[in-house]
């Protein structure tokens, strides 16, 4: 309930607080107020290239975007493939090739070929590749 009020409060200025609106609607269990936020909130850190930032946000996207029966697969798939590139760019190789592995994007075929066919390929080669090996 203080999470929810916290939330209200911070709602006049959701750009600036995206990613704390987020949070604090997860932990009050509003999930269909915490899936915009969180998408927005990663958006916004990978474009300023706080990529650890907007993979954390990107997973809180994702667990809340499940608890939601009007999220699809293809939805699901794009912010599982954006959280993907997140930590590709933190130079979390194997994390990012699991990412893209993860059984939503594998089961919405179309979705992974429409999204990141290349980019697939490109996480597999690097986490295979023993240069890359010694990295988590």
């Known amino acids: 309930e203080l999470m929810l009020a916290?939330?209200?409060?911070?709602?006049?200025?959701?750009l600036l607080a995206a990613g704390l609106l987020s949070l604090h609607f997860t932990l009050a269990g509003r999930y269909e107020k915490a899936w915009p936020y969180a998408r927005t909130a990663a958006q916004r850190s990978l474009e300023r290239f706080a990529n650890e930032e907007a993979a954390q946000?990107?997973?809180r996207a994702i667990e809340a975007g499940k608890r939601l029966p009007?999220?699809?697969a293809i939805e699901l798939a794009r912010v599982q493939?954006?959280?993907s590139q997140a930590l590709l760019r933190?130079?979390?190789?194997?994390?990012?090739?699991?990412?893209?592995?993860?059984?939503?994007?594998?089961t919405?075929?179309?979705c992974a070929a429409e999204i990141?066919?290349?980019?697939?390929?490109?996480?597999?080669?690097?986490?295979r590749t023993p240069m890359f090996a010694r990295f988590p």
């Open 6 to 14: 916290a939330a209200r409060y911070r709602q006049d200025q959701p």
């Open 57 to 59: 946000l990107y997973q």
């Open 70 to 72: 009007e999220v699809g």
């Open 81 to 83: 493939a954006s959280l």
């Open 90 to 106: 933190a130079g979390q190789i194997r994390k990012a090739a699991a990412a893209n592995s993860a059984p939503r994007l594998s």
């Open 108 to 110: 919405c075929r179309r």
């Open 116 to 127: 990141s066919a290349p980019y697939v390929a490109y996480v597999a080669v690097k986490a």
